[in-house]
Nanobody, 124 residues
Framework: QVQLVESGGGLVQAGASLRLSCAASGRSFSTYAMGWFRQAPGKEREFVATINWNGGNTYYADSVKGRFTISRDNAKNTVSLQMNSLKPEDTAVYYC?????????????????WGQGAQVTVSS
């Protein structure tokens, strides 16, 4: 069993930066691939970024490529999402997720554990 807790959300102006963190419990964190997803009001939850078990492989949604960076620290059981040049359309609840697979994944159905979410609001 893995428990995930996100932190670092907030309200910022367009063009600003935010860093989301996700703290994971459980001894197997370093074997799991991790992902970030987001859900805006009235929309489905969508893929944002994913990282493999050792941080050697990452993949991003086109909408955030070049602005967001996913990273992980297996010694601290954490995964982070650095978000730069934020836009109003980035406004959403951001979810950290873990999957019992070492490789990256973009399909939300392939993730086994989810955090409670962190609100990110970007004003214009």
């Amino acid at each position: 069993q893995v428990q995930l807790v996100e932190s670092g959300g907030g309200l910022v102006q367009a063009g600003a930066s935010l860093r989301l963190s996700c703290a994971a419990s459980g001894r197997s964190f370093s074997t799991y691939a991790m992902g970030w997803f987001r859900q805006a009001p009235g929309k489905e939850r969508e893929f944002v970024a994913t990282i493999n078990w050792n941080g050697g492989n990452t993949y991003y949604a086109d909408s955030v490529k070049g602005r967001f960076t996913i990273s992980r620290d297996n010694a601290k059981n954490t995964v982070s999402l650095q978000m730069n040049s934020l836009k109003p359309e980035d406004t959403a609840v951001y979810y950290c997720a873990a999957r019992i697979s070492s490789g990256i994944g973009t399909n939300r159905g392939s993730y086994n554990y989810w955090g409670q979410g962190a609100q990110v609001t970007v004003s214009s």
